[in-house]
């Protein structure tokens, strides 16, 4: 009895997991999508580029630095505010006003989160 109640814990333990894994990497896909579908520039060392390509670039980084961001919040703190080349800052020019990346990305991750 004690086994099985030792093995049913260690089982919601890692079903836990996998769920917590799988949210994280929703909510970041979710935050490349919104980077897409923002119409705004990219302002990545000093060059701009369309939204699209901003999205492209962020899913890369994604892509091969996954094991920084098991959360949306280290995404977006490790891997999504500054160039990992020269460290500076991204920026999200939207509407002619800019503002940082990270800024951008954490307002829309608390946006995505309220619906």
């Not at 997991?17 to 949210?23: E, F, G, H, I, L």
């Not at 970041?28 to 000093?46: H, K, M, P």
């Not at 959360?71 to 020269?86: D, G, K, M, N, Y």
Request: proline residues 1%; aromatic residues 6%; contains cysteine.
């Amino acid at each position: 009895m004690t086994r099985l109640l030792l093995s049913l814990i260690l089982l919601a333990g890692c079903i836990a997991t996998v769920r917590a894994d799988t949210t994280a990497d929703e909510e970041i896909r979710a935050l490349i999508q919104a980077v897409a579908d923002s119409g705004c520039e990219f302002n990545r060392n000093g060059s701009l580029h369309s939204a699209e390509t901003a999205a492209e670039h962020l899913e890369l980084k994604y892509s091969r630095g996954k094991r920084y961001a098991d959360t949306a919040e280290t995404f977006i703190e490790q891997l999504a505010s500054r160039s990992s080349w020269s460290g500076k800052p991204y920026q999200m020019i939207c509407d002619g006003e800019a503002q940082t990346a990270g800024d951008w990305l954490t307002a829309t991750l608390e946006e995505l989160r309220g619906q």
